[in-house]
């Protein structure tokens, strides 16, 4: 099992950076597929980016592709999300989540994911 926690949320500028951070508990972070969700008020829960095991390889979603990226550290049980031009639309709770080790990686779904964070709120003014 693994508990997940976020930080780095804020309030930002248009055209700002911002770096959230994902810490994870547990012994075998290496073998969790990890993922970033946001969610606004009166959407449902949006994929972001996902990652692989390893760190070599990522996925996007359209709108923050080339804006965005995803990376984890196994060493120290994080993964993180760099997100540089921010607009407004980025603005949302956004969740570190965690799929069970023997899943796949490239999980776009929340419905894939196993652990979820208590999310860190993202607000974006223009």
């Known amino acids: 099992q693994v508990q997940l926690v976020e930080s780095g949320g804020g309030l930002v ?19 969790y597929g ?5 969610q606004a008020p009166g959407t ?12 070599s390889s990522a ?10 990226t995803i990376s984890r550290d196994n060493a120290k049980n994080a ?17 570190c989540a965690a799929s069970s080790p023997l899943k796949t990686w490239r999980a776009t779904s929340a419905d894939e994911y196993d652990y979820w964070g208590q999310g860190t709120q993202v607000t974006v003014s223009s």
């Open 13 to 31: 500028q248009a055209g700002d950076s911002l770096r959230l951070t994902c810490a994870a508990s547990g012994r075998t972070f290496s073998t």
């Open 34 to 38: 990890m993922g970033w969700f946001r």
């Open 44 to 55: 449902e829960r949006e994929f972001v980016a996902c990652i692989s095991y390893s760190g």
């Open 59 to 68: 996925l996007y979603t359209n709108s923050v592709k080339d804006r965005f």
């Open 79 to 95: 993964v993180y999300l760099q997100m540089n031009s921010l607009k407004p639309e980025d603005t949302a709770v956004y969740y």
